[in-house]
């Protein structure tokens, strides 16, 4: 089973890639932290509020982020 971070959408991956530099801390623990999750369901309110601020998406669209697979 891949994890959220092999699932996340590649438009999505640039965008992180891109705030790396501003934002190291809080990137890298994004991408620890869909490193070691499977399902969307196990994210922290934390986190997904910190993804979706990152990322200029509302909490609603958060399962935009991921492939399906």
Request: net charge negative.
């Amino acid at each position: 089973m891949r994890n959220l971070l092999e699932r996340l959408k590649p438009e999505y991956k640039a965008k992180l890639k891109k705030l790396e530099d501003k934002y190291p801390t809080t990137i890298q623990g994004i991408y620890s932290d869909l490193s070691k999750t499977n399902f969307y369901t196990e994210l922290t309110i934390g986190m997904a509020v910190t993804m979706c601020s990152h990322l200029d998406l509302t909490l609603t669209h958060i399962l935009d982020l991921f492939d399906d697979n």
